[in-house]
């Protein structure tokens, strides 16, 4: 049963009287993107929060590399960047500033690197403005800059291209691409589609309870 | 190492039943227990030569403060055992504790002051064990503040669990402080309670209300064990049984 | 008998002190079985209303 | 284990930066740093959330004089009491703002899943709210001190024993504000949580303050006031980490 990869076998979870994931299961190898849908309140949420450790499920496992995850918690969380909703970024901070201290804590950085990778996501001419002036795309863009310079094997990512314009979100599809190209994982919760090569996407349906 | 016996004793519906088959034993032994005591304590044990009548609140005082500690550690460890095994069961005991405890910390707040009143002179004296009786309650009451302030039960036993394992480390160190605070302040109270040459005949009421109030607690903590257990389970099959008979 | 009630003079503070701990020892009975039935309650309306999960 | 290929994704797949290898990771000194560093450049931004605790301490400790008696002897005597209330109730209102931000932007969720201990840093993060508000009170107590009539000669003394004790005070904090995440309207949970903890500082600080105006030996309580502090910087952090993962589900 020891494969690459992540798997989740038969994941149960419960908030308050809602049965919100049902016996969710799926596996995905190395160079594949999960694109997590279904419809509001089916859970795309809950999963990636529930696969990354955030929350607990009450029965089933998460395995990485084919060994549960629980094992472990610091080595997968190492390995692995989850975004939620809203990037978690600072309003008082410039876009700079806040990469810096945010990744700082998982990976030594330097200036070129965190240039670089604002430079990628176009965000070179606002990269000092405080975040609290931003748009909520220019956001996005911080937190997919983030992204590429975190470079570990496994993205998380939740609604990764709301509030993206065309050109964000051809960097979102560029920046998974690439992603599965150096052999890593991507799970995307998203009810829009996914702008990503359709034979390194496989689909999980979640369904309203 | 066999863990069966601990998967067993954690299983809800295992305890549930075990709950309902013990709760008449506890709740009668401890009803006979306290009258027999309260006979004993009232009628049978002799005045004492300083206090006369007046001492006879040791028989529920001391049992009261008795239970305001016992009920608190006892939470701590369900509380712990339910944090670091995630066992659903032992967060329902610590849940069923909580109000146990307080009302009998009051209790002894309460009788503490009644008794202090004719041998101090005043309704309140910061007498150390009477201070730390206090502190007890707003623990408890912070605690029930805490639990009741989330609506989801599994954060709500979580973060509370957290709380009185916090609670119990501190329970000791808020003791000696409040001791050695007192101790600089003024001279040693009036109410000894381990006083060695105490009678037979007064010290044996003391001891069978000792025994009948932790059976209390052990009977009512199994009567609220059930409910909240029934509250933690969904949809479960076996409560359709558990509520039927 | 009356000597019994009046307790050398303490009557005033011993009485109350009974009344109170036993006071707290049958509400927690009263409060014990009400929580239980509320539970009861509420488990037999879930089961009643959206049993069809698992 | 057969499937074990080049191709597929070891960590070392992803060779970083034009090929120079992984990412180096952060030790745990440098994510402490950084998290300590971002704290106080937020706060420096957000100068008026930082001075209110200061204000409200100097505005309690005027108040005594008003409300007792303007004679200086009985001041005195009253005034450990006064600085340590007042202390304890300026590090509680600081406390809300502990953990709320990061809360609601997401930064603690990142916190916890960077594959650092969280409880080293929550560490962190209880040091950055001392050095806020912990520290700056100790400097501002002896001048509260003075004006309730303590002697020149108890300054030393009473800078010591509030910077001690507010370290005591920050992390028994952190535990309250971590467990009241989460929860509308918390401020007085968070008093109700985090003052009967406290008593012991309490009653340590305001002895060893009051013999430090007296001019006697304070050292006893102040030992036994770093005791608790060394205590809780052991299990402090744990139980808010706890709590912080907790609120997060």
Known sequence: MAYEGLGAEDLHLWRGERHVLDGVAFTLPPGFCLHVAGANGSGKTTL???????????????????????????????????????????????????????????????????EGALQRVGASAWSDRPVRTLSAGQKRRVALAALSLALVPLWLLDEPTTNLDTA?????????????????????????????ARERVKRLELAVE | MNWTWFHRLASPPYIFALARRLTPWFGWTSGLLIAAGLYGGLVLAPPDYQQGDGFRIIYVHAPSAWMSLMVYTTMAVAAAIGLIWR???????AASCAPIGASFTFAALATGSLWGAPMWGTWWEWDPRLTSELILLFLYLG??????????????????????VVGIVNVPIIHYSVTWWNSLHQAPSVMRLGKPAMPVAMLVPLLIMLLAFTLFFVAVLLVRLRGEILSRERAASWIGEALGS | MTRFFDMGGYALYVWPSYAITLGAVVL?????????????????????GGGSGT | MSNVTAVTGEPAALAGEEGRGPPAPASMLDAARLVLLRDLKLAFRRRGQLVQPLAFFAMVTTLFPLAVSPELSRLREVAPGVLWVAALLASLLALEFLFRDDAHDGTLEQYSL????????MLAKTVTHWLLTGAPLALMAPLAALSLGAPGASVPGIVICVAVGTVALSLIGSIGAALTLGIRRSGVLLALLTLPLS????????????????????????ELLA?????????APLAAAAGVRISLE
């Open chain 1, 168 to 196: 964000g979100q051809q960097l979102v599809g560029t920046l998974i691409e690439e992603q599965l190209a150096r052999g890593g994982l991507v799970l995307a919760a998203t009810h829009q589609d996914l702008p990503v």
């Open chain 2, 87 to 93: 066992i659903k069961v032992a967060h329902a005991v």
């Open chain 2, 143 to 164: 605690y029930m503040g805490l639990r009741g302030s989330i609506e989801d039960t599994q954060r709500a036993d979580r973060a509370s669990a957290v709380l009185a």
């Open chain 4, 227 to 235: 005791a608790m502090a060394i205590l809780g910087i052991t299990l």
């Open chain 4, 114 to 121: 960077s594959g650092q201990p969280l409880t080293w840093l």
């Open chain 1, 48 to 114: 990636l929060r529930a696969v990354c450790g955030l929350l607990y499920a009450e029965t089933g496992r998460i395995l990485w590399n084919g060994r549960d995850v629980s094992e472990d918690l610091p080595a997968f969380h190492s390995g692995l960047m989850y975004i939620g909703h809203e990037p978690p970024l600072k309003s008082d901070l410039s876009a700079l500033e806040n990469l810096r201290y945010w990744l700082g804590v998982r990976r030594r950085l330097t200036h070129s690197l965190l």
């Open chain 3, 28 to 48: 927690n009975v009263i409060w014990a079985r009400r929580s239980l039935s509320r539970a009861r309650a509420a488990a037999r309306r879930r089961l009643a």
């Open chain 4, 199 to 222: 008593l012991p500082v309490l009653i340590f600080g305001a002895r060893a303050t009051e013999l430090a105006i007296r001019g006697s030996a304070y050292g006893a309580p102040l």
